[in-house]
């Protein structure tokens, strides 16, 4: 959200007609702070099969927000949805394309479908644009409510009950999402990035640990093995509660690094504590509270909880300090430069621990 209101535009701007693309948008601000960044937003521009189009059906522009209805079909399958774009927020989906999975089971399936190629022509003019300025990264998502709420009219509430009443289609979806999931790991890992992000927010806040370890885990597994094989790091990045996660990701997969380790009441990690159980099996990224800190705290405030988490997990390595999630819109400047300074002074190897239990006591 930072990076589109440091363009000073209307956010229907970046997300409806990409002026400038969000990625773009990333880079400057990454340029703005100063900061090392992380690139996900490479884009493999996945060629699909059968015959697709999705068009306007209707816009309404409100002073606020645009509403922005799409009518489409994929080969006999025909959808509907609804995108509202504020005009100082991410947009949002407001009417899902599958209005019941039971019936609309063949349209799921082509939405599932693998990818029968894709055009890196954009992937190469990202990576040239993203230079020095960031590690070069792809994401891909995993099957699991939080990768089909977004698709699924009713959302979580809908995939519970489908979970229970219809599981042989949540399994038959699981396994289509995983072959696709495979088919685009595949195709990422010719490109050679820096990195591949599992993107999969809320993994274990939108369903329970043991749904997710049945949808979720098997295609992790699958999928980090692959990256290791070519020789790519892989991150997961799940907001919400991930302790658990973290067990299954250091214990039973190839996994490299894993963000944002939340704290309560949003999350359920303790830093120090996952970095104790786990920090010689995977490298962690996280966690200064996103609301409480970077956005109410004072550049005090922020120093303070970036150096008790480089003290909690930053020695011997292995930890990458940022925000538990992403910074709200409105995140003062001065709080996010006050993190990047104390990494600055703080954060460099060998990690001198007294001076940072000293510093700690004159805050």
Known sequence: M???????KPFWEIYYFGDPPLWQAYLEAVKHFGFDGW????????QWPGSRYRAIEDMQKLSDRWIVRYRGRIDDCRFSSEVTYPIADPPTDTEKIVKDLESEWNLLAKLFAPPVGYHPARLKQQRAAVGELAAFGVCLGYPGFQNWFGLVQGGIEALSYAYHDHRDLILRLRD???????????MILAERPDFVLLGASGTITMQSPRIARELCLPTIQKLTAMAKQAGIPTMLHSCGKERILVKW??????????????????????????????????ALMGNLH????????????????????ILAAGVNGGFILSTGDQCGRDTPEENIRAMLETAEEFGRYPIDTERIKAELETI
Do not use: W
Request: net charge negative; glycine share 6%; charged share 20%.
């Open 39 to 46: 690139f996900i937003d490479g884009e493999m521009q996945y």
């Open 2 to 8: 930072i990076p589109c209101r440091l363009t000073g």
């Open 290 to 309: 996103t609301t409480q800190v970077m956005f109410m705290g004072t550049p005090r405030d922020v120093r303070r909880a970036s150096l008790e988490a």
């Open 176 to 186: 289509l999402n995983e072959q696709q999931a495979v088919a685009q790991m595949e």
């Open 249 to 282: 990701c250091a214990e039973e997969t190839d996994l490299n690094c894993i963000n944002p380790l939340e704290i309560a009441p949003m999350g359920d990690c303790d830093l120090a504590e996952v970095k104790q159980s786990h920090g010689h099996q995977i």
